[in-house]
Nanobody
């Protein structure tokens, strides 16, 4: 059974930083795509970052470029989202995802975590 579990969400002030983690079990990441998505209240889910786990190539939503970084751990079969210079508009439930075939075009994934809340507020 494939399981993805996020952790690391919380409340942070504008300009602050957070690190989200995604741990997997029951699935070998291999050369699949992994990613982070978010969904703010009243808005559609959007892709934040995508990485090809095999070669480490990365892709980012324009609004987070230079502030967020997706990092992989090939030993632990885990990945992380380092978030800096956080803004109130980054407030959302963040989801990790795995099992995608590509980071080109639409980011489509087979497996999803339950999500972790990130709130950026003073």
């Amino acid at each position: 059974q494939v399981q993805l579990v996020e952790s690391g969400g919380g409340l942070v002030q504008p300009g602050g930083s957070l690190r989200l983690s995604c741990l997997t079990s029951g699935f070998a990441l291999g050369h699949y795509a992994i990613g982070w998505f978010r969904q703010a209240p009243g808005k559609e889910r959007e892709g934040v970052s995508c990485m090809m786990f095999g070669d480490g190539s990365t892709y980012y939503l324009d609004s987070v470029k230079g502030r967020f970084a997706i990092i992989r751990d090939t030993v632990e079969q885990a990945w992380y989202l380092e978030m800096a210079s956080l803004k109130p508009e980054d407030t959302a439930v963040y989801y990790c995802a795995a099992g995608g075939s590509s980071c080109s075009g639409a980011w489509e994934f087979s497996y999803w975590g339950p999500g972790t809340q990130v709130t950026v507020s003073s």
